[in-house]
């Protein structure tokens, strides 16, 4: 049977450079799921993405598919013939459409519904040829496209308009059209450095060595590795180091077919302008790299990726060093400019900047942080004025000249304006810090102050937006309250804080002038404790024992260290007995009609184990100030009586005030436990 490589190539206008890696990969794997579907078999696969194309080399392909067994369900057994044992119009109706006469040829197939004629057969296995078009149908209906675009007359739609199509087995052209596009032998390399001209492929192996002859690098991987490499070498032969920066190294290996470090410089009296903000105009604007020395002092100079091989690259240099000098150079003018700006006055302008209608300006806003942060400062045994002040500025920034330009250094210009203007460094510092975490991973804020404001932000944030009927849905999230809600509760584990989160809350819910129900807010929140730490391999039923106390989860690391204390219990030989004791407690007392005062009476116990179950129950209430790691050992020491209990004692008496007397101590046992933690919960 023959086996060759097929090649599969959609060359298109240039390509989103943030989803081409994400796209690549989709059309790997589906092509693969298409093949697989079919049974074809196959050997390695590669796949290949540049700006204008997405690619999938297939190795040792095998022509044609197995042959295929089909089979058919005809009529139930008893419709299918009559009393006389000829085929019914049902059966000869099955017959025709199979292609057969023979009733013979008919197998029987047992259902739980009875017995049915069925048709089985073998046909032989379709070719490559004939399933390439649907599989390449399948492999790109379901690539990762946020915006999907029409070209022309065409009424389809795909990422970018389609300009050429390869179809290769070995040497053979497979016949196949996508977006008005047939298939053929023939590819395109570098416009500037190759032409115009088709580059024809007399076999699908000769795929990556032709493009590179046509300055194409037409693997990600190897074009990312080699500007990795020239990035190092370049940085090296000017002293310096280059950033370290995978999403923009990504970025400009999508945006390359044929990859060029060069070196440009920029006048040193921009570096007067923080860092953060020359940074900021060379990365989103230019996609430079920006260089530091080796004490890690940002230099006056940046490496850039150019997309081809100039003869002349002085010339190349000269023009980015002229694009980023009007970048630099706004980015200079909007810092002196806000420099003389007092934040006071800033503060005032907030008061014109909606944060959102129903919840006021971010005027309004400020005012509600600083006197929750203050709260938490407090709390935290921190100075109270200094996050208050801290809180009341952290969102004056957005209001600067710099922030409006380079919205990503909002927090990192306050904390440089509030230095520069006298601010103490905890507010300045908390101003940055605040905005910590920003994602999954990143750092959190750097001092108590900080936290007390991060978390005072968000929490405003949460119980504002429940509070007038705007919680998140699957779908809609538009101020990332699933995210907020995270970082809340990694500052309070991680830092770590000991914070009431529920009178934060309850505060919270005071400081807005619209009424708010705090308990789903709450709830919000524990979904992302539990999220965040059933992640982190913790026992999903143990969160839920600790949540499920009657005094539910008020402090978030106190909860976390109890959930550390119960899985630690569980390793032990009591907590089985427990466990299965509390199931046992629990189903008893749901399904009894109590109806007694709940008192117990000694007089009633007729059992030795009874008044020693009462002892231990008196035992474990005696401890429920202390931590509950002292409290579980009090409950291990007890586990043998209680299993001992339901050996020895019928619950379910025949005397009905003994019944109650035991069912009240159940019910005594039942709280005394769940105070603790909800066992009857845990696997």
């Not at 810090?433 to 804020?445: E, I, V």
């Not at 466990?579 to 629990?586: D, E």
Request: aromatic content about 6%; hydrophobic content about 45%.
């Amino acid at each position: 049977m023959r086996h060759e490589t097929l090649l599969v190539e959609i060359g298109t206008e240039e390509l989103p450079p943030k989803s081409l890696l994400a796209l690549q990969t989709a059309f790997a794997e589906n092509m693969q799921k298409a093949l697989d579907a079919r049974q074809f078999q196959y050997g390695p696969v590669a796949a290949f993405a540049t700006p204008r194309r997405l690619a999938v080399r297939i190795a040792d392909c095998v022509e044609i598919q197995p042959e295929q067994l089909v089979q058919r369900k005809g009529p139930k057994l008893s419709a299918a013939f009559d009393g006389d044992g000829k085929p019914t119009k049902a059966l000869s109706g099955f017959l025709k459409s199979c292609g057969i006469t023979d009733p013979n040829l008919l197998d029987q197939e047992e259902t739980e519904k009875g017995a049915w004629v069925v048709y089985r057969s073998t046909q032989a296995g379709a070719t490559l040829g004939a399933e390439i078009q649907a599989m390449l149908t399948e492999a790109t209906a379901s690539l990762p496209i946020a915006k999907r675009m029409r070209w022309q007359s065409y009424r389809t739609e795909f990422v970018r308009p389609v300009r050429w199509l390869v179809a290769l087995y070995g040497n053979e052209i497979l016949n196949c059209q996508f977006h008005g596009r047939s298939a053929g032998a023939s590819t395109y390399a570098h416009r500037a450095m190759y032409g115009d001209d088709p580059i024809i492929l007399s076999h699908a192996d000769e795929y990556e060595t032709k493009l590179e002859a046509g300055f194409v690098i037409a693997n990600f991987e190897k074009r990312q590795a080699l500007i990795s490499e020239q990035l190092a070498a370049a940085a090296k032969a000017s002293g310096a180091t280059a950033s370290d920066d995978p999403a923009l190294l990504e970025e400009v290996t999508a945006l390359t077919e044929w990859p060029s470090v060069l070196r440009g410089d920029f006048d040193p009296s921009f570096l007067a302008v923080p860092e953060e903000a020359l940074i900021s105009a060379m990365r989103e604007h230019q996609r430079y790299f920006h260089l530091r020395d080796a004490a890690g002092q940002l230099q006056p100079r940046f490496l850039t990726v150019a997309n081809l091989e100039s003869a002349q690259p002085a010339r190349v240099v000269a023009g980015n060093e002229r694009v980023i000098r009007p970048r630099l150079t706004d980015a200079q003018f909007f810092y002196n400019k806000d420099l003389k700006k007092p934040l006071d006055k800033a503060l005032g302008q907030l008061n014109q900047v909606v944060f959102q209608n129903e919840l006021g300006s971010f005027g309004d806003k400020a005012r509600r942080i600083s006197a929750l942060a203050s709260i938490i400062a407090k709390d935290l045994g921190e100075n109270e004025a200094e996050a208050a002040r801290a809180g009341l500025l952290a969102k004056t920034d957005l209001v600067s000249l710099m922030v409006g330009e380079f919205p990503e250094l909002q927090g990192i210009m306050g904390s440089y304006y509030a230095k520069a203007q006298g601010e103490s460094s905890a507010v300045a510092d908390s101003i940055l810090g605040h905005y910590l975490p920003r994602f999954s991973g990143d750092a959190l804020p750097g001092s108590l102050t900080a936290c007390a404001v991060a978390i005072a932000d968000r929490i405003d944030t949460l119980v504002g937006l429940f509070g007038i009927g705007q919680p998140p849905t699957g779908s809609k999230d538009p101020f990332a309250l699933r995210r907020q809600s995270l970082a809340v509760v990694r500052i309070c584990i991680e830092v770590p804080l000991d914070l009431d989160l529920m009178a934060l809350l309850e505060t919270s819910a005071r400081l807005h002038t619209a009424e708010c129900d705090i308990a789903p807010v709450m709830a919000y929140i524990l979904d992302r404790f539990e999220n965040l730490l059933t992640e982190r391999g913790v026992k999903w039923d143990s969160i839920r024992a600790i949540r499920a106390r009657p005094s539910g989860i008020h402090n978030l690391l106190t909860a976390s260290e109890d959930i550390k204390s119960l899985d630690h219990f569980r390793l032990s030989d009591a907590s089985a007995l427990v466990i299965k004791a509390q199931k046992r407690v629990q189903n008893i007392l749901d399904k009894a009609d109590l109806g007694a005062t709940g008192n117990i009476n000694p007089a009633h116990f007729n059992v030795p184990v009874e008044a020693q179950l009462i002892t231990c129950i008196q035992s474990i209430e005696a401890v429920r100030t202390e931590s509950i790691a002292i409290r579980l050992a009090n409950v291990a020491d007890s586990a043998e009586i209680i299993d001992s209990y339901f050996k020895e004692v019928m619950v379910m008496d025949e005397n009905l005030t003994i019944r109650e007397n035991r069912l009240n101590t159940l019910n005594l046992l039942n709280r005394a436990l769940t105070d603790i933690a909800a066992f009857n919960l845990l696997q």
